[in-house]
């Protein structure tokens, strides 16, 4: 498992969608086991996970769109992030 750092660059793991639900339109998070609800935070930090994107630039374009400082930014990308990475929903590459 890749530590994160600035330079991460996190995607869906394997098998895991981004999908709304057809009937109400909330952002959903589909992997082999089951399904995720998301709240519109977590949507926002994982519609820019598509493993193009470092952790870094993830951080400051979501700075930019809640206009806040970039480090309460990050602390709850982070945060959001590893429990991602715990369930084993995202993975991080270099």
Known sequence: MTSMDEQSRPRL???VR?????????PLL?????VLPLDEITHDILRHC????????I???LADEY???QQTVRS???EC??????????AFSK
Do not use: H, K, W, Y
């Open 13 to 15: 793991a394997r098998g």
């Open 18 to 26: 981004l999908r709304n639900d057809p009937i109400t339109a909330e």
């Open 30 to 34: 589909l992997f082999p086991e089951g």
């Open 50 to 57: 598509s493993g193009e994107e470092t952790l870094q630039s």
């Open 59 to 61: 951080i400051r374009s």
């Open 67 to 69: 206009e806040m400082d």
């Open 76 to 78: 709850d990308v982070c």
């Open 81 to 90: 992030l590893l429990q991602l990475r715990q369930r084993m929903l995202i």
